[in-house]
């Protein structure tokens, strides 16, 4: 089967069967996405069986620690990477202020880092602190007329007092995928460590993170069908130099080291769920699903959501880029390696109404600068206002973007 089926995929998420959300189109899954029938059940099954602290040797804790240890090696098999170098936390915002916290008191010599005017405030504010702990910060700044990262900036201030570059591998905002691969080469022959922030990217198709080559690597769980968790992949090499943030007689297990806390039990059990999603869509599909690996799974599965939304995007486009008093943000290129089905318009501070006058018609979007404030300002948009976000993922139908398209030409 060459081409997403749609229908199957919506049977998965028990969201569609209620009232909130039946005839209705939902355009904030960049904000978070519904949660798989796969990661609800293992939730449930947790709360309702397994309710105690884990790694006991009584049946229910020894069960609990399985069922967490099983989320954490199948998703790093979903990611093609070592079970040690996988972290959990309460969230990606979480994640970054904790690996800042650890790089701040990091031995080094190289005292630079590199940070993005495109992030989300997440991947840049917790980096920018560290200028107050003896780093200089240094701004890969957006071409303000796209919101584009260009690779020729970031190397006309990439050289040896380097020791970090952190950027997005989607802008939330306008998009637009980053030549991560690229960014990861440039920096490891420079010297430099690569963090990647994929929160908006992940949602659309899972990575290879070994393929990327970047030494961390961030996600939500709760924007790729799953709960309110952050993933961060952290190289090993890596993870041994930084100092521990979590308690001091955990320091020689690697997956602690930068956990000061463990998020909810339940919530670390459930995102094998995701892994079970995945597989089934895989296994509907494919009929070699038994026959290969994890990652090669993801990677064939995302690249059938991204042939579904790139084809559902295109006249949602057309039809935004003809009509009158309205901006489309960011490059202009729609090929599924450049671009997400994440749309974000300038309608110089009318979308509170815009957004109001779509929920009436049961059509669900976001207003804001979606803690993008600083890409917002580079590109001269009014604030508080913001843009008009319009995002959706693989299981948004095209007839839901025909009702956006009808709806959107009678608001503006």
Avoid at 37 to 54: A, C, D
Avoid at 80 to 101: D, I, K, R
Avoid at 167 to 186: D, M, Y
Avoid at 237 to 244: A, D, E, G
Wanted: include cysteine; glycine fraction near 6%.
């Amino acid at each position: 089967m060459n081409r997403l089926d749609v229908d199957f995929v919506r049977k998965q998420f028990p969201s569609f069967r209620f009232k909130e959300v039946v005839g209705n189109g939902f355009f904030e899954n960049a904000g978070g996405s519904f949660m798989s029938k796969q990661v609800i059940e293992r939730l449930s099954r947790y709360h309702n069986q397994r309710r105690v602290q884990p790694y006991w040797v009584f049946n229910s804790s020894k069960l609990a620690g399985e069922e967490m240890d099983e989320s954490r090696s199948r998703m790093a098999a979903l990611l093609n990477v070592s079970n040690s170098s996988l972290h959990f936390g309460p969230s990606t915002s979480q994640n970054t202020y904790v690996l800042a916290n650890a790089f701040k008191d990091l031995q080094t010599d190289r005292k630079v880092i590199i940070v993005t005017n495109q992030d989300h405030e997440a991947n840049s504010g917790v980096w920018r602190r560290l200028k107050n702990f003896g780093y200089i910060v240094k701004e890969w700044k957006v071409r303000k007329n796209t919101g584009s990262l260009v690779l020729d900036d970031l190397i006309k201030i990439l050289d040896k007092d380097v020791c970090l570059v952190t950027f997005p591998h989607c802008s939330n905002i306008i998009g637009e995928i980053n030549p991560v691969e690229k960014i990861c080469e440039l920096s490891k022959e420079n010297g430099s460590y690569t963090c990647v922030d994929g929160v908006s990217y992940v949602p659309h198709s899972f990575p290879n993170i070994k393929k990327i080559g970047c030494d961390i690597y961030m996600f939500s769980t709760y924007k790729t069908y799953g709960p309110h968790l952050g993933i961060m992949y952290v190289d090993e090499n890596l993870n041994r130099l930084l100092p521990v943030q979590g308690h001091y007689f955990n320091a020689k297990d690697p997956t602690k080291t930068l956990t000061p806390a463990g998020p909810d039990h339940a919530q670390i059990a459930s995102v094998a769920g995701i892994v079970d999603y995945i597989e089934e869509i895989d296994r509907h599909h494919f009929k070699d699903n038994e026959e290969i690996a994890t990652h090669l799974k993801a990677e064939r599965i995302g690249k059938l959501q991204r042939e579904a939304e790139s084809e559902i995007l295109l006249p949602l486009f057309n039809f935004l880029k003809q009509k009158k008093g309205v901006k489309i943000l960011g490059n202009m290129d729609l090929a599924i390696d450049k671009k997400v089905p994440t749309i974000s318009i300038d309608i110089k501070g009318d979308v509170d109404r815009v957004v109001q006058q779509l929920n009436k018609k049961g059509l669900m979007a976001g207003s804001g600068d979606f803690y993008a404030v600083r890409l917002l300002e580079s590109l001269g948009i009014e604030l508080p206002a913001g843009v008009l976000r319009l995002s959706f993922v693989h299981y948004t139908k095209s007839k839901e973007i025909d009702s956006l398209i009808e709806a959107l030409d009678q608001i503006l």
